[in-house]
């Protein structure tokens, strides 16, 4: 079993739609929650960070972090056409190193 | 925005060459790592360093690797004998500790021919 499993995609959404992004991962202990935004051939931007379950809010972005069924999601409303890109999610536990994702490539279309 | 720099940005090498990919972290950041990506594939994780010394290594940073920061500022990954599938995407990567949310750099791209 992967350590982290992150459906690749690819997610195509008409501009203005919800976007719906999950990852599961097996590693308990897994303490803080990432999630990262990459164009292609650039390095990983930081879009939301979690540490403990619950939701974290910031402007269009929602991140969902469920221990308990080691589900994290992340929410990207009124999806805009910049917004097409890849998402990686990326767990990290107290050895301090990230185990990402494969990446959801996601495409807003105008 | 304070930010991880990285360069080059692109380097082509022969097989067999050496190669020092640089990074300049962000300045207050304490914590640094090298991270790399083959193209298609995942973001996979090499190397963490903290108090100038190597805190976590993965199975593919192996002998052929090494980590330095030479000055207060610059945090290097050396490649001794290159090989083909080192061809990758590296990125450079700091936080401010454990924990702590990590910033990446815009990667250094590597093709060995």
């Known amino acids: 079993q992967k350590e982290v499993e992150q459906d690749p995609g690819p997610l195509s959404v008409p501009e203005g739609a919800i976007v719906s992004l999950n990852c599961t991962y097996s590693n308990s202990a897994f303490q803080y929650f990432m999630w990262y935004r990459q164009y292609s051939r650039k390095g990983p931007e930081l879009l939301m960070y979690?540490?403990?379950?619950g939701n974290k809010e910031d402007g269009r972005f929602t991140a969902q972090v469920d221990k308990s069924s080691k589900y994290i999601s992340l929410f990207i409303r009124d999806s805009q056409p910049s917004d097409s890109a890849t998402y990686l999610c990326a767990p990290e536990g107290n050895d301090y190193k990230l185990s990402f994702g494969a990446g959801t490539t996601v495409t807003v279309r105008a | 925005e304070p930010e991880v720099t990285q360069t080059p940005s692109h380097q082509v090498t022969q097989m067999g060459q050496e190669v020092i990919l640089r990074c300049v972290p962000i300045?207050?950041?304490?914590?640094f790592y090298w991270y790399r990506q083959i193209l298609g594939q995942k973001v996979e994780f090499l190397v963490s360093f903290y108090n100038n010394e190597i805190s976590e290594k993965s199975e593919i940073f192996d002998d052929q690797f090494s980590v330095e920061r030479p000055d207060g500022s610059n945090f290097t990954l050396k490649i001794r004998s290159t090989k083909l599938e080192d061809s990758a995407m590296y990125f450079c990567?700091?936080?401010?500790?454990?924990?702590?949310?990590?910033?990446f750099g815009e990667g250094s791209w590597l093709t060995v021919v």
């Open positions: 990567a700091s936080s401010t500790g454990g924990g702590n949310t990590i910033y």
């Open positions: 979690t540490y403990s379950s």
């Open positions: 300045s207050n950041h304490l914590y």
